[in-house]
């Protein structure tokens, strides 16, 4: 079982940055893939960057391309999301998410952490 706890989320204003972190439990961080999703209220829970277990591989949504960098450190069983110019469109509670697969689907991320919330205002 892989226990994944998010931090770094709060209230930003437009343009502003925030780098979330998602760290595991277990000693097997490496052995998976990485992802972040989001999920805005009243809407679906969409795929924002994925990493590949060595890094080599990133995902992004086009939304995201430019202003979000996904990254990761085995070592410290983290991976991290810097979010920079955020905008209103951002708002949403953000997962993270591991799975043996490097995919952009959420239903093949097999492990889910608790969301952390962003809020991004004018």
């Known amino acids: 079982q892989v226990q994944l706890v998010e931090s770094g989320g709060g209230l930003v204003q437009a343009g502003g940055s925030l780098r979330l972190s998602c760290t595991t439990s277990?000693?097997?961080?490496?052995?998976?893939?990485m992802g972040w999703f989001r999920q805005a209220p009243g809407k679906e829970r969409e795929f924002v960057a994925a990493i590949s277990r060595n890094a080599a591989t990133v995902y992004y949504t086009d939304s995201v391309k430019g202003r979000f960098t996904i990254s990761r450190d085995n070592a410290k069983n983290t991976v991290y999301l810097q979010m920079n110019s955020l905008n209103p469109e951002d708002t949403a509670v953000y997962y993270c998410?591991?799975?043996?697969?490097?995919?952009?689907?959420?239903?093949?991320?097999?492990?889910w952490g608790q969301g952390t919330q962003v809020t991004v205002s004018e």
């Open positions: 998410a591991a799975g043996v697969v490097l995919t952009r689907l959420a239903r093949n991320f097999d492990y």
């Open positions: 277990g000693r097997t961080f490496s052995s998976y893939g």
